[in-house]
């Protein structure tokens, strides 16, 4: 819970141009950003975001419902999509997969097995062409009201986007390379070079 709503020092949520003051510093081009949420299509100011990335040459994955989804999709070749259809119905679906690229992502459904045991304890499922190690050796992820974590499985803080005051210390895990978050996100932005090119994976993973 928060201790206070809309102080002017500390604002009850971030704005973009928070995000993009943080992302100057925490970004560089080639890395990876996920966007989720929540409902990341409702926030009014995603395509200012999704330009930014753009034009850092950012691989970006976008998780929605797509309830917002629309042709300005198509601008974004960097992006994977990943639509999830929840509760949603199959005329629904069939409208938003139309906003689609052949390299987006779509969950109809979640398998028995792909479904969490517990709770907080992410599951991720190893197949043929699925990636075992991932090259990242480190990641932020920033709540709404700001705060910046290095993954969302950690309570470990790392300042706050409001105060611009960050530590960057590396993500501290002791199996990070086989991070069910980060390799889930490694794996879909590998997606978005064509043909998942063995000359590009190497380069990525020698870094």
């Known amino acids: 819970m928060k201790k206070w709503i809309n102080n ?11 995000f993009i003051v943080f992302l100057n510093q925490a970004i560089l081009p080639g890395d990876t950003a996920e966007v989720t949420g929540g409902e990341p ?15 850092r040459n950012v691989k970006t994955i976008l998780r929605t419902n797509g309830i917002k989804l629309g042709e ?9 999509v990943v639509l999830a259809k929840h509760d949603s119905s199959d005329e629904y679906m069939e409208k938003r997969k139309s906003y689609l690229l052949p390299h987006d992502v779509v969950l109809d459904s979640i398998s028995e097995e792909q479904k969490q045991k517990k709770e907080n304890i992410p599951e991720f499922i190893c197949k043929e062409d699925t990636f075992k190690i991932h090259p990242y050796d480190s990641q932020f992820f920033v709540t709404n ?12 803080y790392a300042g706050n986007i409001h105060t611009r005051e960050y530590n960057y210390t590396p993500l501290i895990c002791k199996d990070i390379e086989k991070c069910s978050f980060l390799l889930g996100a490694w794996n879909l932005a590998a997606r978005i ?3 998942y090119s063995s000359s590009w994976t190497q380069r990525t993973l020698n870094k």
């Open 8 to 18: 002017p020092e500390y604002p009850d949520k971030a704005t973009i141009d928070d």
């Open 193 to 195: 070079v064509a043909g």
């Open 72 to 80: 300005w999709r198509k601008k974004y070749p960097n992006m994977i």
């Open 145 to 156: 009201d700001g705060k910046v974590r290095f993954s969302p499985c950690s309570e470990i």
């Open 41 to 55: 299509t409702l926030h009014s100011d995603l395509l200012i975001l999704l330009d930014y990335l753009k034009e």
